[in-house]
């Protein structure tokens, strides 16, 4: 098989007059590509990614009929592209999924210290809710010393008016007292109230 049998030209030959007679062959190749190579022997080795390709000619063989000594099979070349392809799209899928599992990674750290936050403020609620109650309680007990002391302030405010009423009576009593003395026909009527109004002022007492 030739290079024009194959469609493409991978190699030229290096000598410019058999280059030029070369590329004056008439067809017109898919791809040229000029390659500085090594010449030993009559046979130019060429490289290109992983196949090789070795071709020979002579002084006296026509530029036009050289013969292509080993390269890799349309099969072969057909089956690499496809192993390359799944290669790349297998670092591609692995780049995709290094990414999103970058950016999962973060999401769980934001979503953690966001946690944290309300735990925190969770806790702080918690602090201020049980001194409120503190509070609430204390007042509670202040509130009702103070409705004892006013309760008794209540009650003491009515004995200084009592006392007063206790003096009246008293004195009450002791004019009676005087105008009983006086031989009154109704003394006996005149003790009774004595009596009555003594008795009363013990039980107010």
């Known amino acids: 098989m030739s290079l024009w049998d194959m469609g493409k030209i991978l190699l030229v030959p290096f000598n410019a007059e058999l280059r030029n007679a070369y590329l004056s062959g008439g067809a017109t190749p898919q791809v040229v590509a ?16 992983d196949a090789w390709i070795l071709v020979s ?21 057909a089956l690499l592209k496809q192993l390359r392809n799944e290669l790349k799209e297998t670092r591609d899928t692995l780049r995709d ?17 966001e946690v944290k936050n309300y735990q925190d403020r969770c806790s702080d609620l918690e602090y201020k809710l049980k001194e409120a109650t503190l509070k609430i309680e204390s007042m509670r007990d202040l509130v009702a010393s103070m409705k004892a002391d006013l309760e008794a302030n209540m009650e003491a405010e009515h004995v200084p008016q009592q006392v007063e009423d ?30 009555n109004r003594l008795r009363k002022g013990g039980e107010k007492k």
């Open 34 to 49: 000029w390659y500085n190579v090594c010449h030993h022997n009559g046979v130019f080795e060429v490289y290109e990614e």
């Open 57 to 77: 000619f002579g002084e006296h063989m026509p530029p036009l009929k050289l013969r292509l000594q080993s390269a890799l099979s349309e099969t072969q070349e």
């Open 97 to 113: 999924r290094e990414y999103e599992n970058r950016e999962l990674r973060r999401s769980n750290e934001l979503l953690q210290a």
């Open 166 to 195: 206790l003096k009246q009576e008293v004195a009450d009593l002791q004019y009676e007292l005087i105008q009983l003395r006086g031989a009154s026909p109704h003394r006996a009527s005149w003790w009774q109230r004595l009596r």
